[in-house]
């Protein structure tokens, strides 16, 4: 049978109970349709990297499935109907990883530590790195401009100039 990782992102309204409750409904379905979740973790409450229908934070639930494609099939339908799923996503896998996912290992402060390390983000950009950096294949922008003349004077009418012979 095919190995499945599904990952659900619910709204942050909801509570936690309600949030088992679904998972434990999604579970069933996987179950009465021949297959079997293998390990589920509450992610809890995460901040997302930006707005999904006007929720900063939601709640993440991990599966590990081993299921026919027929029962993945549904409870995606089911989450597309219910209004408290934000978003899902199943990657097929060769094999599930064992004990606690990556998400489940590292603690927030860990991780902000890490964050801080890489020096990662937008903060780059202040440094004066980006704005001092060439501009490559756009060269010198004020060049152009000197070359021609004031824009009045290329948006005026060519007086026709009398010739005589």
Known sequence: MPLYEHIMLARQDVSAQQVEELTAQLKGVIEQMGGKVTKLEQWGV??????????????????????????LNEIERQERLNEDV???????????????????RKSDRDDRRDRDDRGGGFRDRDRGGFRDRDRGDRGDRGEHRRDRPPREAADAPVAAVATEE
Not at 46 to 70: D, G, I, Q, W
Not at 86 to 104: C, F, K, N, Q
């Open 86 to 104: 934000l978003r899902y996503i199943t990657v097929r896998v060769d094999e599930h990883e064992e004990g606690p996912s990556a998400m489940m």
């Open 46 to 71: 995460r901040t997302l990297s930006y707005r999904m229908r006007k929720n900063r934070k939601a709640h993440f639930t991990l599966f590990n499935v081993e299921a026919p494609s027929a029962a």
